[in-house]
């Protein structure tokens, strides 16, 4: 069997003060379902990420990976799925988990956390909850 071998990795200097300096952030977001079927969660997955792009500029170039995570009532369709059919997403690495169930917590809900490369501060991303995710996080729900 053939050794592999890598180049030697060599140091970069950066100047970890410098405001341009880009940081891996995390971009949250919520929303809810009105039933457990394909159209609705397409629906509301694109209504999601519609919200997010819109608010935060994203350049698929720059995005780490994304997971989405899901209520235990909603398996009609994979989030990432629908995800993965919008234009720009189908080279982001995506990943689907069932959220935590949590007697009378939120149900028909789906939340995403996206990973990516920006040079802006965190307090300067546009967390997006929707419908009734709002009530998750008040302070970040856009109205409609």
């Known amino acids: ?26 971009l949250r977001g919520a929303t809810t379902v009105s039933h457990n079927s394909v159209e609705a969660i397409t629906e509301a997955v694109d209504e999601l ?6 608010n935060n500029s994203l350049d698929f170039t720059e995005i780490v990976s994304v997971t989405f995570s899901a209520t235990s009532d909603l398996d009609a369709i994979f989030p990432a799925a629908v995800a993965r059919r919008r234009p720009g997403w189908n080279e982001v690495p ?33 967390h997006v909850y929707l419908r009734r995710a709002a009530q998750l996080r008040p302070d970040l729900a856009l109205l409609s």
């Open 94 to 126: 995506l990943l689907d988990v069932q959220q935590m169930q949590v007697v009378g917590s939120l149900e028909l809900c789906i939340r995403v956390l996206i990973h990516l490369n920006t040079p802006l501060p965190q307090n300067k991303l546009r």
């Open 49 to 54: 990420l519609d919200a997010l792009e819109a």
């Open 1 to 26: 069997m053939k050794k592999l071998t890598f180049p030697k990795h060599t140091e970069q200097q950066f100047d970890i003060a410098a405001p341009s300096q880009w940081r891996m952030r995390g």
